[in-house]
């Protein structure tokens, strides 16, 4: 354990730098961005998923710097996953029980969010609230999280099409597609099936552009963590 001064991240890390000087080209690229291998937890949450290098630190906060793993794998917060895919199941069906389009469209855009932002959609209400009081426990696992999030916006296409086809008037094929992605989170959420990785591990091994990470070397597509 070494000790740094800093109010952020960064600081953190100059200071770290400033006393192992040759951990700088491990840590950083020519344009001093974090290199992609590098993963820091802040307490053992991905800074990635806060305000990256200029989040803030407290004096008693602990930084731990850990170098992808597993063949290049990173460590995933499954807990997050799991929120993500329960508020999606709920929100999901309340928009079906109460008849809203505009509901399973939320959803859906919430999806795509965190689709862009790399993170579960619904992410931000365990950082936010179950994390920090204590409700759940994180849970970092080794993974890819390329596929899981192939996985979210899969699903988020799929919403976005049932929530157009209900503002079209065709409740039918609307709430089929909503019931759809229920259907394919709670598989995730309570069988550990991950349809969407699949797809994309199959799309891996037909080196369709894009689809770059192959799956773990000890579970089949099938099997992949919750995404």
């Known amino acids: 354990m070494v000790e740094v001064a800093g109010s952020t991240v960064s600081e953190a890390l100059n200071s770290l730098i400033g006393q192992y000087p040759d951990l700088e080209q491990h840590l950083f690229n020519d344009q001093h961005d974090l290199r992609p291998f590098v993963n820091l937890y802040l307490n053992s949450e991905d800074i990635r998923q ?10 008693e906060d602990r930084l731990v710097i850990v170098p992808s793993i597993a063949g290049g794998f990173d460590q995933i917060d499954h807990s997050a996953l799991r929120t993500n895919q329960a508020l999606i199941i709920s929100l999901s069906m309340l928009a079906f029980v109460l008849d809203q389009a505009w509901l399973a469209l939320f959803v859906a855009l919430v999806m795509v969010v965190g ?35 192939f996985a979210q916006g899969f699903g988020a ?10 503002f079209l008037g ?55 963590p919750r995404g």
């Not at 931000?124 to 994180?138: A, H, N």
């Not at 070397?217 to 099997?223: D, K, L, R, V, Y």
Request: with cysteine.
């Open 115 to 149: 689709t862009v932002l790399r993170m579960p959609g619904f992410g931000f209400v365990y950082q936010m609230l179950l994390r920090p009081g204590k409700l759940i426990k994180t849970d970092l696992q080794a993974g890819n999280p390329e596929p899981h999030l």
């Open 50 to 59: 806060l305000q990256n290098l200029d989040t803030s630190l407290q004096a």
């Open 170 to 224: 065709s409740s039918a094929i609307g709430w089929g597609l909503v019931w759809l992605v229920i259907l394919l989170a709670g598989l995730n959420l309570f069988v550990g099936f991950c349809a969407g990785c699949t797809i994309y591990y199959w799309l891996n091994r037909l080196s369709v552009p894009g689809f770059v990470k192959s799956p773990p070397q000890e579970s089949s597509p099938a099997n992949q």
């Open 157 to 166: 296409v799929i919403l976005i099409l049932g929530a157009a086809a209900l």
